[in-house]
């Protein structure tokens, strides 16, 4: 059973958070999403969901611990896939998929400096991503955000950049006609942090 580890807690690696696990369910024709493992304490994270089921969450906490070597004075970033099942995709073909993308970007100035939970901005914007299931791709921009994926037996990997700041930790899935990801880009050097996530459909 393919699995990848699916809590994206700030840089902690996905392999090494420990949370729930995307599988692929039903003799590998469907991708189960579990339930998220909880935000950091104090932290309230914003959910954006879909009337065919599920989504994704996030956010920034501006206190708590450091975890997994996270500096910025204990500044996190959370996000999340909701619980959710879908089709494998097909293996050959293509589509655009269209919809948007929400996240909580925070800037330390200067890096390393005391977080102000003022300073953590919201944005929503239309999104359009353009799967290959021939070449195992999904990938687009719109604005200041660039998706670059893979796809593996449905699950997505890959990285997301933001203002040219990019992380591999992220994760998602893909079906047919729909793809949901969530990801925590964080630059210790830039004093960059950026929760968030993107629901696209045929």
């Known amino acids: 059973m393919f699995k990848i580890a699916l809590s994206l807690l700030a840089v902690v690696s996905l392999s090494a958070c420990g949370g729930s696990a995307i599988s692929n369910a039903l003799g590998g024709a469907r991708i189960q999403v579990p339930a998220p493992t909880p935000p950091p304490a104090g932290l309230t994270p914003t959910e954006i969901t879909s009337p065919a089921g599920g989504g994704f969450t996030f956010g920034i906490s501006s206190g708590g611990s450091n975890l997994g070597g996270v ?102 899935v893909i079906s047919d006609d729909r793809a949901i990801g969530a990801f925590v880009i964080q630059s210790n050097t830039e004093g960059v942090i950026v929760a968030g996530g993107f629901d696209v459909s045929e």
């Not at 050959?92 to 269209?98: L, R």
């Not at 955000?145 to 203002?163: D, E, K």
């Open 71 to 172: 500096i910025n004075a204990g500044a996190q970033g959370y996000a999340q896939l909701l619980p959710t099942t879908v089709n494998q995709p097909p293996l050959t073909g293509g589509t655009v998929m269209n919809g948007t993308y929400s996240l909580d970007s925070l800037t330390l100035v200067p890096p390393g400096s005391p977080p102000d939970p003022s300073d953590v901005q919201l944005r929503n914007q239309p999104i359009s991503l353009t799967a290959s299931f021939t070449d195992k791709t999904l990938t687009g921009t719109a604005g200041s955000l660039a998706v670059n994926t893979t796809i593996t037996n449905g699950i997505l990997g890959g990285t997301v950049t933001y203002n040219g700041v990019s992380t591999s930790n992220m994760q998602g």
